[in-house]
């Protein structure tokens, strides 16, 4: 079992940046890809980066690249998102989650385990 809570969500102007974190804990010394992802309002939950256990390797979804910077601290066992030119259509609940799979995916229901969200609310 491995527990994640989010943090870091706000109310901003587009614009602005934010930085979300998902910390986890319980069983995590196997290794693990973490991906974040985001729901907004009436739609369905979707992709929006990911992170290899090293770090080493990450794949964003095509809107936010250049824009959204995932990043890690296996020393914390915390994940990053640096989120930066926000724009309205980034609001969204913003979840974090796990995956003990064996290669990076943008995949949904490949992700093992999940946190609550954070919120993020973009005003134009």
């Known amino acids: 079992q491995v527990q994640l809570v989010e943090s870091g969500g706000g109310s901003v102007q587009a614009g602005d940046s934010l930085r979300l974190s998902c910390a986890a804990s319980?069983?995590?010394?196997?290794?693990?890809?973490t991906g974040w992802f985001r729901q907004a309002p009436g739609k369905e939950r979707e992709f929006v980066a990911a992170i290899s256990w090293s770090g080493g390797s990450t794949y964003y979804k095509h809107s936010v690249q250049g824009r959204f910077h995932i990043s890690k601290d296996n020393a914390k066992n915390t994940v990053y998102l640096q989120m930066n030119s926000l724009k309205p259509e980034d609001t969204a609940v913003y979840f974090c989650?796990?995956?003990?799979?064996?290669?990076?995916?943008?995949?949904?229901?490949?992700?093992?385990?999940w946190g609550q969200g954070t919120q993020v609310t973009v005003s134009s």
């Open positions: 319980g069983e995590t010394g196997s290794r693990y890809f």
């Open positions: 989650a796990v995956d003990f799979g064996a290669v990076l995916s943008d995949y949904v229901h490949e992700y093992d385990y």
